[in-house]
C-alpha cells in the first residue's frame, strides 16, 4: 500500500467590526487613550465621553452598538449613568451592549454587574484577549467579521503574480515515488474540470456546504502536489469564511478558479515537455 506524506497549517485570524460604534466611558483620558488604542485595532467607530454625565447626553443622541463605561467615577459613577441610559434606551426601543470597566473585579462581580444592568465585564489593566472574547460572545453574528493574519511566507504567496509549481516538495509528500506522484497529478487535471464546475455551481446557488467539501478536497491535492498559493487560498476560503458558513466573496471565488485552471495548465506543459 502506498502512502503519503500531508501537510497541516493553521490559518490565524482576527475579528474585526467595522459596523460597531463604541463609546468610552472614562473619567481619566490616559484610560481613554489606551481604550481607544485596543478597540481601534478591530476596526470600530470610537467616541469617548469623561464622565457618566457626558455619556448620558451623548446617548441621547446617538446610538452606540458598544458601550465601555468605567465603574468607578467621581460625581456620577458607572452603575447610575447605566441606570440612565438604559432609561433612554427604553424610550428609544434598541439597547446598547454596556462592558463595565473595573479595577476592582473580586468574586460576585459578574453577577453584580449584570443586576445594575451591564452586559458584561472587564477587568483593568485591560486584557485585549478576554476583552475581545467577550465583544464576539455579545455582539450579534452579523456584527462580526474576520480578517485573515498572514505570515511573511503567505505575504510572499498573496503578493506572487505567477503560480507557483513546487514538483520537488510533492515528490517529498509522494516518499519520491514518481509514479505515484504522477498518478495523483492526472488525477486531478482528469478530475479538474469536475471540481471548478462544482465550485461554481456551489457559489451561485450559495451552497456553503457544497463550496466547503470541494474547497477541503482541492486544498488536500494542492498541497500533496505542490502548489502552495492554491492551498494558501483554500485555507483562507475554509477559516475565513466557510468556517462560519458564509461563501467567499467573488474575487476569492475566482482567484481560486482561476488557480486551478492555471495549474493544470502547469501540469500538461510538465509531463507533454517530459514526453
Not at 216 to 243: H, V
Amino acid at each position: 500500500q502506498r502512502n503519503f506524506m500531508t501537510i497541516t497549517s493553521d490559518v490565524m485570524k482576527k475579528p474585526v467590526f467595522p459596523s460597531v460604534s463604541a463609546l468610552i466611558v472614562d473619567d481619566e483620558e490616559m484610560n481613554i487613550a489606551v481604550a481607544k488604542g485596543i478597540l481601534t485595532g478591530y476596526r470600530m467607530r470610537i467616541d469617548y465621553a469623561l464622565s457618566g454625565k457626558d455619556a448620558i447626553e451623548k446617548c441621547k443622541s446617538n446610538y452606540y452598538d458598544l458601550i465601555f463605561m468605567d465603574h468607578m467615577m467621581p460625581e456620577m459613577d458607572g452603575v447610575e449613568a447605566v441606570s440612565n441610559i438604559r432609561k433612554i434606551e427604553g424610550r428609544r426601543g434598541e439597547a446598547s451592549i454596556i462592558i463595565a470597566l473595573t479595577a476592582n473585579a473580586v468574586s460576585g462581580s459578574r453577577e453584580m454587574f449584570l443586576n445594575s444592568g451591564f452586559d458584561g465585564f472587564v477587568a483593568k489593566p485591560i486584557n485585549k484577549r478576554e476583552m475581545e472574547r467577550l465583544i464576539v460572545r455579545l455582539l450579534p453574528v452579523s456584527k462580526v467579521e474576520y480578517e485573515y493574519i498572514a505570515d511573511d511566507k503567505e505575504r510572499e504567496l498573496e503578493s506572487s503574480k505567477e503560480l507557483v509549481y513546487e514538483e520537488d516538495k510533492g515528490l517529498q509528500n509522494c516518499m519520491g515515488d514518481k509514479d505515484l506522484y504522477k498518478e495523483i497529478c492526472f488525477s486531478f487535471i482528469d478530475e479538474s474540470v469536475s471540481i471548478t464546475e462544482t465550485l461554481d455551481k456551489a457559489y451561485h446557488a450559495g451552497d456553503t456546504f457544497m463550496y466547503r467539501e470541494r474547497v477541503r478536497g482541492l486544498k488536500n491535492i494542492s498541497e500533496i502536489i505542490g502548489f502552495p498559493q492554491m492551498t494558501y487560498e483554500c485555507q483562507k476560503a475554509d477559516k475565513m469564511y466557510l468556517d462560519s458558513d458564509m461563501i467567499p466573496p467573488h474575487e476569492r471565488h475566482e482567484r481560486l478558479v482561476a488557480m486551478c485552471r492555471e495549474a493544470v495548465d502547469l501540469l500538461n506543459e510538465h509531463y507533454k515537455e517530459e514526453a
